[in-house]
């Protein structure tokens, strides 16, 4: 491999661990406050991409403009998913096995109501913007990675604003640190799940935009994602925004390098395999590491 | 004779920090043994360590003559290591009678029923792990009698007042058969009355040749039924002795005052009203880095 | 009272000795006890039915055999092949959902991975038939190399509590599914044909599914009121107080699981047999693992029957539906279990003795007030 083929994965990796953890972390904001591993995240990835998708069909709207206008669509789409259902589940510190199965239903909801209104044909986002690439020396970079990538890590930037600046982001970090301290000082846990469930489900659905630009789909279009954010925010800590970055790019890493060495039909299961060696090597699941991590500080 | 137990050296640490630091002492079969101390002494850390909830980072085990150090949970159990909880933990949606019966068909009677079935007095069938349904069933009714339980067998776990969950932690605990007993705080929560009548449960169990070793947080309980005292302050061993002998030691009233006030010392009757009902064997590290 | 001898098995002859008195006669068999049926009754349904256990508990195997005998006298009435092959594949799926009820329901453990099982054994079973075996050894050999699976997946994924394993048997499922695309042995993504010589009866795969299906049931009853039942109904409800009870929480997990990836493989393999054809994104694919888990969620988790008649539903409406509207049955069923985890835990068969227990008290309530 020559030196500039290795600068051109090394961007492609870094340019895909932005998306990477622009997807993963809605994840991690519901798992974080509520204990609930969201398995619905593929079906509202799915939503994302068909919402950009009609947006730019019907209405010539920018992708761009699309995702952005995923954001506040999305989040009331949560609240609404929160009042009509989540709430009803029995409050748990441990995620439950009801929790588990009740966002599975609703993915296979979501899921089919997708391939019943959009059929089962790939589509696609075409805009000029799709096929051009920016040529820099020995470097190539496809402009549209590039500019969703600048959407991840501008997405991100404001999720950390509002996560340190605002009351809200605070209690939203008591929550994740420790639920009853959070109550004792004064957090309205049933309302601050409420808004971090809208914005777990606004990333996602702005995620799938994003994906969308970069990736035909279908209404099956979230499970693979489904499981690469998964082995995201497990190597990651699961309740840990740095954590997801993190897990992003070894992830993005190793999915783009192993091309080198793997046969191409394998691929897949990387994302797979390391999931199961995280959550195997780590014998509490997370949370035993999280603890030690927690008794050290 | 040597001993039921031998504890030599026993460390426990959790990120760096001491939780129980070298405690040794012995258990010489047939009697009941006390194990008391302020909060997060680490006396749940004990217990955890030897009913094999937790293993220890130093130190050894010798239960009947075997080294049982780091031995899991079930199989301490078969070993004849049994324990109760502190926060009653029941199987909530089975039977009283069923929760008794997983330590019926799993503790150590079972083994020793499975491994050979002469050893059950010449019985005429041959029974074997899958023969004692029945014979469970009928097993745990009597543990259940024991325990003034019987009237509820057919209830739902879930559905028992907190007295009568203390019983059944303590009826599920002697259907294993066990010939190390450890309670942990079961006069916690209950009425002076109640409480009075799980002492004199231990005092039978003893008689019927079980050893305890009983951890409480009240030393008036403690007081009342122990023939020695074991006395732990920051995971250490402060002091052994009979019970009068501890009650005056200096040592001992210092770390009792000083370190959890008055209140501890002197609080009423059995009713040590569970001042710390939620700590569970998690808590007690972090209670003792505070200490 | 310490025994003499040092070490070895010698100390426990104390106890075991010291024991006999307390205990009642040895040597009665588990199958005649009316007891312990009752552990069953409270894990479906704590309380209601705790009251009227007794009826529906000796009535079981019973109305088992009657079920299996009025299904094996189906094809007296001359039904059509579409008919027999709807039962066939119903009955397939019934074997795999109350296999799946063996771990998932007693024990707890929600596994999003018996996909793996049922492919596995689909694969061995076609191999072995095109090496020449007849259909039942090859059925045996799905079998185990399902439960050799099972030990390989359980093995590292059992140390993981609820979610955590859910999780980690998907990521299982997938990683083997796309290892399965890309073993060209078995061809690849195109699939693998099985060459049968002799002609096709229909009936026999009707009756050799029938047999597995019943034996499922069966071994489900038994394993119910086994000692294994116990340990897994202990460890669903608290996994660590059941090891302090003497349960060993491993082994009772990954016994289950076998038994569980036994039947599901000769499921797989019976239903090899009869395609005649295995591909990887159909016997992997992760819509199998999906369905041999809402089966016997949807039909009342944890109990005898619960997993048959969520196998029912399923096998019959899936096959009537999918040919119009591929994708309603699983807007269905995904709508059917938000709603069963919200409100009916116990599922269909809950459901169904709940309004049963309901119209009852009902009935007693008008003759209470009619007799003074």
Known sequence: MSGA??????????????????????????????????????????????????????????????????FPVFFLFGVGLHRALIRRLPPSDQPTLASLLLLFGLWLVLQNLGYLIWGNA?????????????????????????????????????????????????????????????????????????????????????????????????????????????VIIVLGGLESFSGVAAGALILALLETFSIQVLPAGYQPAIAFSLLVVALAVLPQGVAGLLNRRRRLT | MPPLLRVEGLTRTFAGLAALQGVSFELEAGGIFGLIGPNGAGKTTLLAILAGALRPTAGRIVFEERDVTGMPAFAAVRAGIVRTH???????????????????RFGRASRAAAAGPAAMGGGAGSGGSFGGARDAAGGAMQVLERVGLAHRARAAAGTLSVGDQKRLELARALAARPSLLLCDEVCSGLTAAEAESVLRLLREIRAAGTTILYVEHDLKAIMAVCDRVIVMDHGQKLAEGSPAAVQTNPAVIEAYIGASGKGAASSEGGAGAGDNGGAAAAAEPAGSTEA | MTAAGAGGPAPDAGPATKATPKGAAPGSMATNGAAPGSMATNGAAPSSMAANGAAPKSMAPFAAVLLGAALAAVPLFGPGPNTIRLLFVTLVWVTASVAWNLLGGFGGQVSFGFAVFYGLGAYAAAVALNAGWDPSSSCLLAAGVGVAASLAIGLPTFRLKGPYFAIATIGVSEAV??????????????????????????????????????????????????????????????????????????????????IAAALTGAAGGIHARYAAYVNPQGEFAFAISVAILLMPIIGGVGTIWGPVVGAAIYGLVHEEIIAAFPQLHLLIYGSLLILIVLFEPAGIVGLASRLFHAALRRRHRRVDAAAP
């Open chain 1, 5 to 70: 083929d290795f600068l051109n994965l090394l961007i492609a990796a870094l340019l895909l661990a932005g998306v990477y953890a622009a997807m993963s972390v809605g994840m991690t904001i519901i798992y974080g406050v509520m204990k609930i591993v969201n398995l619905a995240h593929a079906g509202v990835l799915m939503l994302g991409a068909y919402f950009v998708y009609e947006l730019y069909e019907r209405w010539r709207i920018d992708p761009l403009l699309g995702v952005v206008l995923a």
């Open chain 3, 177 to 258: 599914r796309v290892v399965m695309t890309n073993v060209q042995a078995t061809g690849g993504a195109s699939g693998y044909r099985v060459m049968e010589h002799g002609p096709f009866h229909q009936l026999q795969h009707f009756y050799s599914a029938l047999a597995l299906a019943a034996a499922a049931v069966a071994v489900s009853m038994l394993v119910r009121r086994s000692r294994l039942g116990l340990a897994l109904v202990a460890v669903r409800e608290d996994e660590e107080g059941a090891a302090d009870l003497g349960v060993n929480p491993l082994r009772t997990k990954l016994l289950a699981h076998a």
């Open chain 1, 122 to 230: 790939d589509r696609a986002i075409l805009t000029p913007r799709t096929l051009s690439v920016l040529q820099l020396g020995p470097i190539t970079v496809p402009t549209v990675r590039l500019v969703v990538f600048g959407g991840a890590v501008a997405a991100l930037a404001a999720l950390e604003v509002v996560l340190h600046r605002t009351w809200f982001g605070r209690a939203v970090r008591a929550l994740m640190q420790n639920r009853d301290a959070g109550r004792l000082v004064g957090v309205d846990v049933e309302s601050t799940a409420r808004v971090a469930f809208g914005m777990g489900i606004a990333f996602a659905g702005a995620a799938g935009g994003m994906l969308a630009m970069l990736y035909s789909f279908s209404p099956d279009f979230g499970s693979p994602f489904l499981l690469r954010a998964f």
């Open chain 2, 86 to 104: 502190q926060v009653p933990r029941p199987f909530r949606t089975l039977s009283v009678l069923d929760n008794v019966e997983v330590g019926i």
